[in-house]
C-alpha cells in the first residue's frame, strides 16, 4: 500500500528549513515511501543552494554515475573550504581551549560569566578575547549551513556557557520587532511583492519573533496583543482561554489579554533539564571526537618514515 498520498512533507516542506527537511527526505527514502530517483533529485534541488557540497557531490554520483563532478561544484566547494578556514583562524585560540579537558571543565563549573571572562581574558596562555565570541556564532552558522550540526552546537554551548542572559536586551529585541512587523505590513518588500511572499515574511515574523517574546517580562501579553488580538475574534480568544484552562483573564477596555504567571510542572521541568543535557552531551561528544581524530593524526605522523 502506498502512503505518499497521505504524506506532507513536500506541502510544509516549503515552510521549513532547507536543513530541517533534510532528515525528513532521508526518512522518506528509508521508508521507501517515493520512487529512490525522485527522492535522489529532490534532494539535490534542496541542497544546491546550502554548503553542504559533499553531500551534492555524493547525490549526483548517485544520480549520473557516468559524468563527472560539474566544474562549478568543484570550485564552490574550494571556495566554502576557503571560507571555513578562514573562520577557524579567527577563533584559533577558543578552537584550543574547547579541545582541553581541564579548561572546560573550569569554564563549566563557573557560575559568574563576570568570573569567567576575566579567568579566561586574563590567562595570556588562553591568547582569548571577548570579541572572539561574535566570531564563534559565525563560525556555529557556518558550520551548521555546512551540515555540521554537532560541531556547531558544541560551539553555540561554548558561547552560552561565556555569556550571561542578563546580556541580553530583550527590551531593544521587542523595539526592532514591532519596526519589522511595521515594515512588513506597510508593504517593505516593495510593490512587485505578492500576497504570497507577504505572507510568506509574516509566516517567518511570528516564527522567529517567540524567541523575543518567551524571554520578555511582557511577552506573554505582547504575543497576543501582537497576533491575536481583533475586536471581530474577541469570541475565539474566549473560547481559547476556556478550552486550554490558561491562567488568563481579557481587559475589556484596554482590548488586552493579560496572561497570568503559569508554573512548569515536573513534567515540562524533566523536559527542559533533559533537552539541557542532550546539548551539553552533544558537545562533549564532538570535543571528544575531535580530540581522538587529533591524536590519531599525531600517531599516524610519528609513524611514517622520512
Known sequence: MSYSKFDLTFKIGQYLDRHLVFPLLEFLAAKETYDQSELLQAKLEMLSKTNMIDYVIDIRTLLYPNEKTPEDITTRRSFVLSQLQ?????????????????????VETMRDPKTLINYLTT??????????????????KYRYECGNYLESASYLYFCQ????????????????????????????????????????????????????????????????????????RLTHIVNLIRNARLDAKIDSKLGHVVMGAQPLSPYQQLVERIDSL?????????????????????IRWGAQEF
Not at 590567562?123 to 556555529?140: G, T, W
Not at 506597510?186 to 511572499?197: D, F, K
Open 161 to 232: 556557557l561565556v555569556l550571561s542572559p542578563t546580556d541580553k536586551n530583550w527590551d531593544a529585541a521587542l523595539d526592532d520587532l514591532t519596526k519589522l512587523r511595521e515594515f512588513i505590513d506597510n508593504g517593505g518588500a516593495g510593490a512587485t511583492a505578492s500576497n504570497m511572499q507577504a505572507l510568506q515574511q509574516r509566516t517567518w515574523l511570528v516564527h522567529w519573533s517567540l524567541f523575543v517574546f518567551f524571554n520578555h517580562v511582557k511577552g506573554r501579553d505582547l504575543i497576543i496583543e501582537m497576533f491575536l488580538y481583533k475586536p471581530l
Open 123 to 140: 590567562n595570556k596562555e588562553f591568547e582569548f578575547k571577548i570579541e572572539m565570541i561574535d566570531s564563534m556564532y559565525c563560525l556555529a
Open 278 to 298: 542532550a546539548v551539553r552531551s552533544e558537545a562533549l561528544t564532538s570535543l571528544v571526537e575531535r580530540k581522538q581524530k587529533t591524536r590519531n593524526q599525531d
Open 86 to 106: 578562514e573562520l577557524q583562524d579567527a577563533v584559533e585560540p577558543v578552537l584550543r581551549l574547547m579541545q582541553r579537558d581541564d579548561v572546560m571543565k573550569t
